[in-house]
């Protein structure tokens, strides 16, 4: 019963700690790929030669930040404007002259996609002669740092809650097993055993205890993954399970917490 | 072989349960500790085992102070000792083969050379044709015998016994004292701690007496 109490606590908290990480996991995922799509556009003032343009194409692609950069014309801009539109093109019909401004659209390199690089690529862009304005987004790319930075640190509180809950159960489980065979310690102590001796089977039942309740965590976890793929008719590749590493770091960590907590509890109850 | 020297021992401050004793036993003795409940015996007894450490003085096993010894070397010097106990501290659930081979199994012999001795303890307790029993099905008389075989197996140069024939009626006494001194003529020391002078007077071996933890002769 003690043993199924123990193991039961990992599985639960290991359950939750996975199913924290994979939501943390699959935002991470996303963030990435939001990141991917963040680009700077730079308009430019009107009547440049397209020598001046040429230069300063080459000038902003030879920067360490930027990926890729596209030009797009007035009359470019006018064209995807009106795609835009689609049905209401006749809200341009009046039009003597294209208003639209010519411009640059940036990509940045992965490692340069957070919010203080941006910045300071902006801040060089703008100092560049011929730029009439910038923009990229800068609202709602701080929103999605905060917003992840927010989700990292409830991630990290509910680790360390549940960290130090289990540790607390799997100690005091482990204490109750040790009450139980208390007189057998004391026997093994009168006639000679070494506390590593006496320990040694404890040790060795925390350990599967946590390997069992952190393989169970993971099919239970598992479970409820494939039935949130199948009710919400997801593809199963949109939204992905643990990784195999993050897998072997909970199996870890099971370990870990049954091992800790009979170390916790053996200081106190095994006399040397 | 086995000397105490000036040794008190005190639980709490101001308060102590033995006072000087000075106490020298020889290879192959067999001394009772006798006294009143309360007189120190079990509390001498723990200090030899190491179960307690003196409070002051010191204990010389075979000319070496084992008073400050290493907590880390302590089971190795249990296991050339033997320890009975009045309650037995047995293992009930498991049969007299397993209590009794616990003292051998610690020390990782094979299981061949662990049966070999068990049955051969046992023979020498009158309990190798209940081997397979469960010690709680055994009289207490048996159950001690049990717990004599568990601490002799090992052939310990010293056997400690605090009153190992309290629960006993005077048959199974008897019988407990034969198989001491049968293990004693093997050449092993005996310290047997008893408050039953009469049982002492009987067996007719070398005593201490102890009183409020004072060697009185």
Redesign the interface.
């Known amino acids: 019963m003690i043993h199924l109490i123990t193991t039961g606590s990992i599985a639960f908290s290991l359950a939750i700690l996975g199913a924290v990480l994979c939501v943390f996991l699959n935002v991470d995922d996303l963030v990435k790929k939001w990141r991917k799509e963040v680009s700077i556009v730079l308009f430019l003032e009107d009547n440049l030669n397209p020598s001046k343009i040429e230069n300063l194409k080459t000038k902003i692609s030879e920067m360490l930040e930027v990926d890729n950069i596209l030009y797009i014309s007035k009359e470019e801009a006018l064209k995807r404007l009106k795609t835009q539109l689609e049905n209401q093109e006749g809200i341009l019909e009046g039009l003597e002259t294209n208003p639209l401004p010519a411009s640059f659209e940036i990509r940045l390199k992965p490692p340069f996609q957070n919010i203080q690089s941006i910045r300071t690529l902006v801040q060089r862009l703008k100092g560049l002669s011929a730029i009439d304005e910038v923009q990229y987004g800068e609202a709602w790319i701080e929103r999605l740092t905060t917003g992840f930075r927010l989700i990292k640190l409830v991630a990290l509180a509910i680790f360390g809650l549940l960290f130090m809950s289990t540790v607390f159960i799997i100690s005091n489980t482990i204490k109750l097993a040790i009450y139980a065979r208390q007189?057998?310690l004391?026997?093994?102590?009168?006639?000679?055993?070494?506390?590593l001796?006496i320990k040694t089977p404890f040790y060795i039942e925390a350990l599967l205890q946590g390997l069992v309740g952190a393989l169970l965590a993971i099919s239970i976890l598992f479970g409820i993954y494939r039935l949130f793929v199948s009710k919400v008719q997801m593809d199963s590749s949109s939204i992905s399970f643990l990784p195999s590493d993050v897998i072997l770091g909970i199996m870890g960590v099971g370990i870990g917490l049954g091992l800790f907590g009979s170390l916790i509890s053996f200081r106190r109850f095994i006399r040397? | 072989m086995l000397q105490m020297l000036h040794v008190y021992k005190s639980y709490e401050p101001g308060h102590m349960v033995l006072h000087d004793i000075n106490l020298s036993i020889d290879k192959g003795d067999f001394l009772f500790i006798t006294g009143p409940s309360g007189a120190g015996k079990t509390t001498l007894l723990k200090l030899i085992f190491l179960e307690e450490r003196v409070t002051k003085g010191q204990i010389l096993m075979d000319g070496t102070s084992i008073s400050n010894i290493h907590p880390s070397k302590i089971p190795h010097l249990r296991r050339r000792m033997g320890i009975v106990l009045q309650d037995f501290k047995l293992l009930l659930n498991r049969t007299v083969f397993e209590n009794v081979a616990l003292s051998l199994e610690i020390l990782g012999h094979s299981k061949s050379y662990v049966r070999k001795k068990v049955m051969h303890t046992l023979r020498e307790v009158n309990l190798s044709h209940k081997f397979k029993i469960l010690t709680k099905r055994l009289s207490y008389g048996e159950q001690q015998k049990v717990a004599i075989a568990r601490a002799m197996v090992n052939n310990p140069f010293l056997l400690l016994a605090d009153e190992p024939c309290a629960y006993l009626d005077s048959h199974s006494t008897h019988e407990i004292i034969a198989i001491f001194e049968h293990i004693n003529a093997w050449g092993t020391t005996i310290l047997f701690a008893t408050h039953n002078q009469k049982l002492v007077d009987t067996v007719g071996k070398k005593s201490v007496r102890l009183n409020q933890g004072r060697i009185i002769n």
């Open positions: 007189e057998e004391e026997i093994m102590r009168v006639v000679g055993a070494t506390n001796f040397t």
